[in-house]
């Protein structure tokens, strides 16, 4: 029955049919899109492709109400804060510049929210070493230019954070860490991080505690909700959305007590010669036209996830545990395979020998599409002591066929090379 229900959703992705024979593993980069989010995307550009807010037609009005109806989805997708509100982002990526802009900016007034704003320590943010590029530049830069110190959760070599230690304790003693960013799931081994410790640290000491949800909010999302941010970042298009489009949620009142990041049309209360006033949020973040028919294929695509939670979680766990055992099998080394891990199927592995990039480009020969490199994760390599890794990641639309096919092109790989 499993078998069957997968197969059937599979059919809901058009691209199999565009590309016959190719074995999709590159999900953790960008996940294939289903019927419902392409007639989404159709809908808005076809049928309706009008601006929203402040329109007095009604056509204007259909539109804005179906883009506040997916912003009303998102958030309770990720959140189950009465007052959570979703701010529409290009993705995880401008998520972070907003966030990191909004969060040490001296003219957002946060000591209400995060006592840890008071403090006389020096101020501090605190990541980690398995973070995306994506969470780690945009603090980088906002530190230096407010004086923050940056301190780094450490990753081992199989990609585990070390969260629980007396250490990490200690930081949170010697600085005012006023804001913890960490990703939920990593997108190099998969591996779903224990934030507990972390998060209950930040909650005593007043800190704002941020979620990277870019993989997360595909396999784990209940997970994203019991940890309980402050904020959570993620893409839509790791969701089955179109690309363009993401979220940041976090509450309405901590939202409007933040400065302003991009300014213009849209965003503004009020325009004078010198100086302007702002909207509460979310208007005060969305400066000019939005990306409204990714919106609309966002909705449909949290409408997609939530119809079929249970296929997807299955699948999950069911292509784990299959390509768990194959991959044991194979002689090469898989990142973040430590016993007690909890993870979902993204595999970053090391033929023994081989420049990930050749592994590539040999299983691209065989149809196999996987990724290889640092996959914006520089830290996080040098902490496995590599410089790149070979990934395969699954979803809902893979099968056990697809494992197979990945273990005789890493057989390949291995033969080739030792010819
Ligand atoms: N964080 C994580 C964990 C990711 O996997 C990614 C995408 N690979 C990002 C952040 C950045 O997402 P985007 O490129 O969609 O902005």
Same mark, same amino acid.
Request: with cysteine; charged share 20%; net charge negative.
């Given at each position: 029955?499993?078998?069957?229900?997968?197969?059937?959703?599979?059919?809901?992705?058009?691209?199999?049919?565009?590309?016959?024979?190719?074995?999709?593993?590159?999900?953790?980069?960008?996940?294939?899109?289903?019927?419902?989010?392409?007639?989404?995307?159709?809908?808005?550009?076809?049928?309706?492709?009008?601006?929203?807010?402040?329109?007095?037609?009604?056509?204007?009005?259909?539109?804005?109400?179906?883009?506040?109806?997916?912003?009303?989805?998102?958030?309770?997708?990720?959140?189950?804060?009465?007052?959570?509100?979703?701010?529409?982002?290009?993705?995880?990526?401008?998520?972070?510049?907003?966030?990191?802009?909004?969060? !040490?900016?001296?003219?957002?007034?946060?000591?209400?929210?995060?006592?840890?704003?008071?403090?006389?320590?020096?101020?501090?943010?605190?990541?980690?070493?398995?973070?995306?590029?994506?969470?780690?530049?945009?603090?980088?830069?906002?530190?230096?230019?407010?004086?923050?110190?940056?301190? +780094?959760?450490?990753?081992?070599?199989?990609?585990?954070?070390?969260?629980?230690?007396?250490?990490?304790?200690?930081?949170?003693?010697? +600085?005012?860490?006023?804001?913890?960013?960490?990703?939920?799931?990593?997108?190099?081994?998969?591996?779903?991080?224990?934030?507990?410790?972390?998060?209950?640290?930040?909650?005593?000491?007043?800190?704002?505690?941020?979620?990277?949800?870019?993989?997360?909010?595909?396999?784990?999302?209940?997970?994203?909700?019991?940890?309980?941010?402050?904020?959570?970042?993620?893409?839509?298009?790791?969701?089955?959305?179109?690309?363009?489009?993401?979220?940041?949620?976090?509450?309405?009142?901590?939202?409007?007590?933040?400065?302003?990041?991009?300014?213009?049309?849209?965003?503004?209360?009020?325009?004078?010669?010198?100086?302007?006033?702002?909207?509460?949020?979310?208007?005060?973040?969305?400066?000019? !036209?939005?990306?409204?028919?990714?919106? +609309?294929?966002?909705?449909?695509?949290?409408?997609?996830?939530?119809?079929?939670?249970?296929?997807?979680?299955?699948?999950?766990?069911?292509?784990?545990?299959?390509?768990?055992?194959?991959?044991? !099998?194979?002689?090469?080394?898989?990142?973040?395979?430590?016993?007690?891990?909890?993870?979902?199927?993204? +595999?970053?592995?090391?033929?023994?020998?081989?420049?990930?990039?050749?592994?590539?480009?040999?299983?691209?020969?065989?149809?196999?599409?996987?990724?290889?490199?640092?996959?914006?994760?520089?830290?996080?390599?040098?902490?496995?002591?590599?410089?790149? !890794?070979?990934?395969?990641?699954?979803?809902?639309?893979?099968?056990?066929?697809?494992?197979?096919?990945?273990?005789?092109?890493?057989?390949?790989?291995?033969?080739?090379?030792?010819?």
């Amino acid at each position: 029955l499993f078998v069957y229900m997968s197969h059937s959703l599979r059919d809901s992705f058009p691209f199999f049919q565009a590309n016959p024979g190719l074995v999709y593993l590159d999900s953790a980069a960008t996940a294939l899109k289903p019927l419902p989010v392409l007639q989404a995307l159709q809908e808005y550009n076809t049928n309706q492709s009008v601006n929203i807010h402040r329109g007095v037609y009604r056509l204007s009005q259909l539109a804005t109400d179906t883009v506040e109806s997916v912003r009303a989805k998102t958030a309770r997708y990720l959140s189950d804060a009465p007052d959570a509100l979703a701010v529409f982002v290009k993705g995880t990526t401008e998520g972070f510049n907003l966030l990191a802009h909004a969060l !040490t900016s001296p003219e957002s007034k946060l000591a209400d929210f995060f006592p840890a704003y008071r403090s006389d320590k020096p101020p501090a943010i605190l990541l980690s070493e398995s973070e995306h590029h994506a969470n780690i530049v945009p603090w980088q830069v906002a530190a230096k230019r407010s004086g923050y110190k940056l301190l +780094y959760l450490r990753a081992d070599a199989d990609g585990c954070l070390a969260s629980q230690s007396a250490e990490v304790a200690g930081l949170f003693d010697s +600085y005012a860490i006023r804001i913890v960013s960490l990703s939920l799931q990593s997108n190099v081994t998969g591996i779903v991080h224990d934030l507990s410790a972390v998060r209950e640290l930040a909650s005593q000491h007043g800190s704002a505690f941020i979620v990277d949800a870019a993989q997360a909010a595909v396999h784990v999302p209940a997970k994203i909700k019991a940890v309980q941010p402050d904020f959570t970042v993620f893409s839509g298009h790791k969701l089955f959305s179109a690309t363009g489009v993401g979220a940041v949620v976090g509450r309405k009142p901590v939202l409007d007590a933040c400065a302003v990041y991009q300014t213009g049309g849209g965003m503004i209360a009020l325009v004078e010669h010198e100086a302007s006033t702002y909207l509460e949020a979310p208007a005060r973040f969305e400066a000019g !036209t939005q990306p409204i028919a990714e919106i +609309y294929a966002l909705g449909a695509a949290i409408d997609f996830v939530a119809q079929h939670a249970r296929e997807i979680h299955d699948t999950d766990e069911r292509l784990r545990t299959y390509a768990d055992e194959k991959l044991k !099998t194979l002689g090469v080394r898989v990142f973040g395979m430590s016993a007690g891990t909890a993870r979902s199927p993204i +595999y970053s592995f090391e033929v023994a020998g081989v420049h990930a990039h050749d592994t590539g480009t040999l299983l691209d020969e065989q149809d196999i599409c996987i990724r290889a490199g640092h996959h914006c994760c520089q830290l996080l390599m040098r902490s496995l002591g590599v410089a790149a !890794t070979a990934r395969a990641s699954f979803s809902v639309y893979n099968t056990e066929d697809d494992v197979d096919r990945l273990i005789s092109g890493i057989e390949y790989v291995k033969k080739i090379f030792r010819k």
